[in-house]
């Protein structure tokens, strides 16, 4: 009995050990199962997550880049309706000013100038120039970060940038010119030179003293030649080029801050007053014209930047190429102006006729040529404008050059469109000038291409 009760205990703690054992290993086996499953839930619900991240990331990033491109799509819309806009204001402008201008100018030409009212004149004079100047800014305004590639005369840029320092800038600082180049055109974007001209003057501003200081700008042509080191460093083309100085005599720099003034972010100025930005942009600037810049400078004995610009030669009344000019022999020569606005059309005939010119006037490019025609051989030259309706300047010039290939052909244009004008000045006997100009300007040009040999 008690070897069975014996027997009987070994047996059940046998099959109790053997069935914790059995549990045991069940419920090992059990947890690595609903491990495995746990871990193979976890990686694809971790698979799906990350595919649904996945998908919504690209989602998200293909509606920000449409976002984006809608946004740039508009911004360039925006930006090409307020172009338009501006262009066209600048055009109707630039006529509204010739008008100013001219008639003012044309008034005090007959007025005694003792008389009270002259003064008025003046200031009439003055305000056209100011709105001249703010033609220029809705020109700066429209601009894009794209260069735009525009025929522009140098000096002009010159005038207009030194026109738009703010206020504060230049105090008790003299600033002069000495614009020797003739002509003085390059083909680039104005508002990078206009940029490039303000932060020079910024510098030199900064550098120099208060009541003493004096900052110059000079032009004049120069050749370079392929041996230059100019051409070799810019990798640029030898030829002619205008050479724009602008010196001051400011505290000037030593060889350490020199080697490095082009540097983005190098600055001397203390915190919040320079970014260091301002000489590496014009470096850049420059090579968008295919130029080149140099400096010269020493401690104590002011710096003096020289840039050099492709020079285009196109004949003007100044460019050296045109045969000297003494007399006009005005009352042999014959004008013939084409203009749409009837104000442009009458000051400039009473400027040329008061000159000694004998003047026809055409509203536009029919009737110019039908007034062309009519007086074969008679007009020796046509001051054309390149904006009109019916037939543009453009049409109108290839109609007249086909008719009359020798004539000689003065363009005028706005300031937003001289690009078209370029290809045309390929052409011999053709000559332009920049609207509006005053009485002077206008004798000159008409003077230059008036005594210019015909087209061959
Ligand atoms: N005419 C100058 N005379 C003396 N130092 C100059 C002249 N022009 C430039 N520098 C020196 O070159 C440095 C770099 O000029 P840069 O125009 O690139 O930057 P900045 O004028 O310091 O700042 P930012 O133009 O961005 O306002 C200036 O901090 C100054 O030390
Ligand atoms: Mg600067």
């Excluded at 130029?291 to 020493?298: F, H, Q, T």
């Excluded at 059309?345 to 025609?373: C, K, P």
Aim: aromatic fraction near 6%; include cysteine; glycine fraction near 8%.
């Amino acid at each position: 009995m008690f070897m069975d009760n014996t027997i009987l205990f070994y047996f059940i703690v046998a099959t109790t050990s053997l069935l914790t054992v059995a549990a045991g290993v069940l419920v090992v086996l059990l947890k690595r199962k609903v491990r495995k499953a746990f871990d193979d839930l976890a990686r694809s619900f971790d698979s799906l997550i990350k595919k649904t991240a996945a998908a919504e990331l690209e989602r998200k990033l293909t509606d920000e880049k449409r976002t984006q491109a809608e946004h740039q799509l508009a911004h360039a819309q925006k930006m090409e309706a307020i172009g338009h806009l501006a262009g066209g204001i600048a055009h109707d402008f630039n006529n509204i000013i010739t008008a100013i201008g001219g008639y003012a100018s044309l008034l005090k030409k007959r007025m005694d100038a003792k008389e009270p009212s002259a003064n008025y004149v003046e200031h009439i004079i003055d305000a056209g120039r100011h709105a001249k100047m703010m033609i220029n800014q809705l020109s700066m305004f429209v601009k894009n970060d794209q260069p735009q590639v525009e025929l522009l005369d140098v000096h002009s840029v010159i005038s207009a940038s030194i026109s738009m320092l703010p206020a504060d800038v230049g105090e008790g600082i003299t600033l002069s010119a000495d614009l020797k180049a003739r002509p003085s055109f390059t083909s680039g974007d104005t508002t990078l030179l206009k940029n490039v001209f303000l932060n020079l003057v910024i510098n030199a501003c900064d550098a120099c003293e208060k009541g003493t200081g004096s900052i110059a700008f000079g032009t004049e042509a120069v050749t370079l030649d392929s041996g230059n080191m100019l051409c070799r460093s810019f990798s640029i083309d030898p030829g002619p080029f205008i050479r724009i100085t602008v010196s001051d005599n400011g505290r000037g720099m030593g060889g350490e801050v020199l080697d490095r003034i082009f540097e983005p972010f190098f600055t001397t100025k203390p915190k919040g007053k320079g970014m260091g930005l301002g000489l590496s942009n014009v470096w850049r600037y420059i090579e968008t014209f295919k130029g080149a810049i140099e400096v010269r400078s020493k401690p104590g004995e002011g710096t003096s930047f020289f840039i050099y610009l492709p020079l285009i030669e196109i004949p003007t009344s100044s460019s050296p190429s045109a045969p000297a000019v003494t007399s006009p022999q005005p009352s042999r020569r014959t004008i013939l102006i084409v203009d749409d606005e009837p104000s442009v059309r009458e000051i400039y005939s009473e400027i040329l006729i008061e000159n000694g010119y004998v003047v026809h006037t055409a509203g536009d490019g029919r009737e110019a040529i039908d007034i062309l025609d009519k007086n074969a051989g008679a007009i020796d030259l046509v001051l054309l404008d390149m904006i009109m309706p019916r037939m543009n300047g453009t049409d109108t010039f290839h109609a007249i050059r086909t008719r009359f290939p020798q004539m000689r052909i003065l363009l005028m244009s706005g300031s937003l469109d001289q690009e078209k004008v370029a290809s045309l000045l390929q052409e011999p006997a053709t000559a332009f000038f920049q609207k509006p100009c005053d009485d002077e300007q206008l004798i000159q040009h008409v003077r230059s291409i008036v005594v210019s040999p015909p087209a061959p």
